[in-house]
């Protein structure tokens, strides 16, 4: 745990006092080569993350990582950073807290600091439907091994003072669920530590290199057209979240996600005085505080489709509004910054992890509003699907005949405000 | 916030409407002879355009009708506005990839494409 789980502190902090120097180097940045064993389109967490543990695992060095702008920019540079692996149903649950544990080892892994603090979070109930819910969820995630224990709103007072328990309030808190090992990481400092580890082990990760076009020979991909020039390739991996289905398009595979603007925000820099995450779907917010100080906030996606990296800003008042109904005191914090990504929704809020009709391309997509936390997991389990050319158990049930064959994974309600 | 044009009564505040996803998929002519994967199909799989998209927006805080719009998924821009029962503009040019299945979304019911190919 780091100092600023620390409820209270007396003494005044300099912000980022308590940030790690950055190294001199982090990565090379080589020219493509002419064919690679393996391609993976996206320099998300995601595909750096699969490159990692196509090295460690499986011993694959011969990787490129394709991305069309700079290292990690995408929804790994805007995402609120939660961890956790309290979701329903057992195929969640082996996946994510997969992922957890791995996070649990990830700074040594990496020999890199993520600043991975595992401070707890309270997903809120506000009404019985959602207090059975919970309860349910509770039960499921004990079955499943993973720390998760219902809290009355007494309890919920004490884990985390700020937090509105009163009765005098629209929605009171009626108790919460509580994983204790859930937290938050450094986002840019884990696609950085993944990107320096590939890189040493002579993966290439080029930039500013977009795919726009695969070379097709029956039902194999021979290689990808980019804007640097055609690359060869044994196995393409698609890695490339909320732009997905432009790459899906191109290989005439239909993918069930769409993708929407989702928006996050951050106050400025204030003490510390939010010593857990919280999160409630019925008011509709979720908020941490972020190591250096800000408060860090999110809530649902834009309701329309849109590829834009941006979105409407009665979102962010919404956000903002329930925030304020939870967290009194923080009517007086300042909205420093508004952001968005753009993210990869599912019919049932679970990803697709799944061959395709072509026998050498692996999909990864469809994490829509809650991949960070799967970065180690998915990477683990994507590597050795790709590696065994078969899918690791963790991977089966998420592959895209799902939604013909009905077994669908409903993971709506642990999604919570979509994280 | 943006300003949409509803089709019945004019420019008014995004907030008064609600996004209604792909426009012109018809429920398929006869359900009975769809296989799981063309059900598939229908139900969960739509086009996620880069670019322009027909689209289905209802104005509940107005008129709390139905009505199609042409939309630019990257710049948010609407570039058409339709009552339902009229068909899709042709003259905006429509652009992107994924855009050659939205005026072949209507064979989505008959054809028997397979996930994907
Ligand atoms: C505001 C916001 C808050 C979020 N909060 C959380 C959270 O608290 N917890 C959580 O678990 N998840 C959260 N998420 C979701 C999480 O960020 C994503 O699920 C996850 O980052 C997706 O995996 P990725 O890191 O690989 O994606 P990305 O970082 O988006 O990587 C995909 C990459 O592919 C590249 N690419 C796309 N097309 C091409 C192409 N044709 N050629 C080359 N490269 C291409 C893109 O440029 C991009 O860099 C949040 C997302 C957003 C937007
Ligand atoms: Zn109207």
Same mark, same amino acid.
């Given at each position: 745990m780091s100092p600023t789980t620390t409820p209270r502190s007396t003494t005044p902090r300099t912000p980022g006092a308590d940030l790690p120097e950055h190294p001199d180097s982090l990565w090379r940045n080589p020219e493509p080569k002419k064919a690679y064993d393996v391609v993976i389109v996206g320099g998300g967490g995601h595909g750096l993350a699969t490159a990692h543990y196509l090295v460690k695992n499986h011993g694959i060095t011969n990787v490129a990582v394709l991305e069309k702008g700079w290292l990690a920019g995408g929804n790994m540079a805007r995402n609120t950073t939660l961890i956790r692996s309290n979701y329903l149903w057992d195929a969640s649950a082996a996946i994510y807290e997969h992922s957890l544990k791995l996070w649990e080892g990830l700074e040594e892994d990496l020999g890199y600091p993520i600043l991975f603090s595992q401070r707890g979070v309270l997903n809120l109930a506000h009404t019985l439907q959602d207090v059975r819910d919970s309860v349910r969820r509770v039960e499921a995630n004990k079955l499943n091994g993973i720390d #998760?224990?219902?809290v009355d709103a007494e309890e919920v007072a004490k884990i985390c003072p700020i937090v509105n328990t009163s009765s005098d309030i629209r929605y009171p808190v009626m108790g919460a669920t509580y994983q204790p090992r859930a937290g938050i990481a450094k986002h840019d400092y884990v696609g950085w530590g993944f990107a320096r580890?590939?890189? @040493? #082990?002579?993966? @290439?990760?080029?930039? +500013?290199?977009?795919v726009t !076009?695969?070379?097709? @020979?029956?039902?194999?991909? $021979?290689?990808?057209? $980019? $804007?640097r020039g055609d690359i060869a390739c044994g196995t393409v991996a698609l890695a490339a979240a909320g732009s997905t289905s432009v790459l899906t398009d191109m290989l005439d595979v239909r993918v069930p996600i769409q993708s929407h603007p989702l928006q996050a925000l951050v106050s400025e820099l204030l003490e510390p005085v939010h010593p857990t995450i919280v999160m409630s779907n019925q008011v509709h917010v979720y908020v941490s505080q972020a190591h250096k100080g800000e408060l860090v906030m999110g809530a649902g996606v834009d309701s329309y489709n849109g590829y834009g990296q941006r979105g409407a800003f009665h979102v962010i008042e919404r956000q903002m509004a329930a925030a304020v109904e939870l967290f009194p005191v923080f009517a007086r914090a300042h909205l420093l910054r508004t952001w968005a990504g753009v993210v990869d929704t599912t019919p049932d809020a679970s990803p697709i992890i799944s061959r395709t009709p072509y026998e050498n391309v692996y999909l990864n997509c469809g994490w829509g509003t +809650? !991949?960070?936390? #799967? $970065?180690? +997991?998915?990477?683990?389990?994507? #590597?050795d699907t790709i590696a065994n050319g078969e899918p690791h158990p963790y991977a089966a049930p998420f592959s895209l005949d799902r939604f013909t064959t009905g077994a669908l994974v409903d993971e709506h309600g642990a999604a919570a405000v979509a994280h | 916030m943006?300003?949409?044009?509803?089709?019945?009564?004019?420019?008014r505040e995004e907030v008064e409407f609600s996004y209604g996803g792909q426009a012109h998929v018809p429920y398929p002519e006869s359900p009975a002879e769809l296989d799981d994967e063309q059900w598939a199909h229908y139900v969960f799989f739509r086009d996620n355009t880069r670019g322009t998209l027909a689209e289905r927006w209802n104005h509940g805080a107005g008129c709390r009708r139905w009505f199609n719009?042409?939309?630019?998924?990257?710049? =948010? *821009?609407?570039?058409?506005? =339709? *009552?339902?029962?009229?068909p899709m503009p042709a003259s905006v040019p429509l652009t992107g990839a994924g855009s050659s299945s939205a005026s072949a979304t209507t064979s989505t019911t008959t054809s028997t494409t397979t996930t994907g190919r």
């Amino acid at each position: 745990m780091s100092p600023t789980t620390t409820p209270r502190s007396t003494t005044p902090r300099t912000p980022g006092a308590d940030l790690p120097e950055h190294p001199d180097s982090l990565w090379r940045n080589p020219e493509p080569k002419k064919a690679y064993d393996v391609v993976i389109v996206g320099g998300g967490g995601h595909g750096l993350a699969t490159a990692h543990y196509l090295v460690k695992n499986h011993g694959i060095t011969n990787v490129a990582v394709l991305e069309k702008g700079w290292l990690a920019g995408g929804n790994m540079a805007r995402n609120t950073t939660l961890i956790r692996s309290n979701y329903l149903w057992d195929a969640s649950a082996a996946i994510y807290e997969h992922s957890l544990k791995l996070w649990e080892g990830l700074e040594e892994d990496l020999g890199y600091p993520i600043l991975f603090s595992q401070r707890g979070v309270l997903n809120l109930a506000h009404t019985l439907q959602d207090v059975r819910d919970s309860v349910r969820r509770v039960e499921a995630n004990k079955l499943n091994g993973i720390d #998760a224990e219902w809290v009355d709103a007494e309890e919920v007072a004490k884990i985390c003072p700020i937090v509105n328990t009163s009765s005098d309030i629209r929605y009171p808190v009626m108790g919460a669920t509580y994983q204790p090992r859930a937290g938050i990481a450094k986002h840019d400092y884990v696609g950085w530590g993944f990107a320096r580890r590939i890189s @040493d #082990a002579g993966v @290439d990760i080029i930039q +500013g290199c977009e795919v726009t !076009g695969f070379v097709r @020979d029956g039902d194999r991909v $021979t290689g990808v057209r $980019t $804007t640097r020039g055609d690359i060869a390739c044994g196995t393409v991996a698609l890695a490339a979240a909320g732009s997905t289905s432009v790459l899906t398009d191109m290989l005439d595979v239909r993918v069930p996600i769409q993708s929407h603007p989702l928006q996050a925000l951050v106050s400025e820099l204030l003490e510390p005085v939010h010593p857990t995450i919280v999160m409630s779907n019925q008011v509709h917010v979720y908020v941490s505080q972020a190591h250096k100080g800000e408060l860090v906030m999110g809530a649902g996606v834009d309701s329309y489709n849109g590829y834009g990296q941006r979105g409407a800003f009665h979102v962010i008042e919404r956000q903002m509004a329930a925030a304020v109904e939870l967290f009194p005191v923080f009517a007086r914090a300042h909205l420093l910054r508004t952001w968005a990504g753009v993210v990869d929704t599912t019919p049932d809020a679970s990803p697709i992890i799944s061959r395709t009709p072509y026998e050498n391309v692996y999909l990864n997509c469809g994490w829509g509003t +809650g !991949g960070f936390k #799967a $970065t180690p +997991g998915l990477g683990w389990v994507f #590597a050795d699907t790709i590696a065994n050319g078969e899918p690791h158990p963790y991977a089966a049930p998420f592959s895209l005949d799902r939604f013909t064959t009905g077994a669908l994974v409903d993971e709506h309600g642990a999604a919570a405000v979509a994280h | 916030m943006q300003l949409i044009e509803c089709p019945w009564c004019g420019p008014r505040e995004e907030v008064e409407f609600s996004y209604g996803g792909q426009a012109h998929v018809p429920y398929p002519e006869s359900p009975a002879e769809l296989d799981d994967e063309q059900w598939a199909h229908y139900v969960f799989f739509r086009d996620n355009t880069r670019g322009t998209l027909a689209e289905r927006w209802n104005h509940g805080a107005g008129c709390r009708r139905w009505f199609n719009a042409m939309r630019d998924t990257v710049s =948010y *821009r609407f570039s058409a506005v =339709y *009552r339902t029962a009229e068909p899709m503009p042709a003259s905006v040019p429509l652009t992107g990839a994924g855009s050659s299945s939205a005026s072949a979304t209507t064979s989505t019911t008959t054809s028997t494409t397979t996930t994907g190919r």
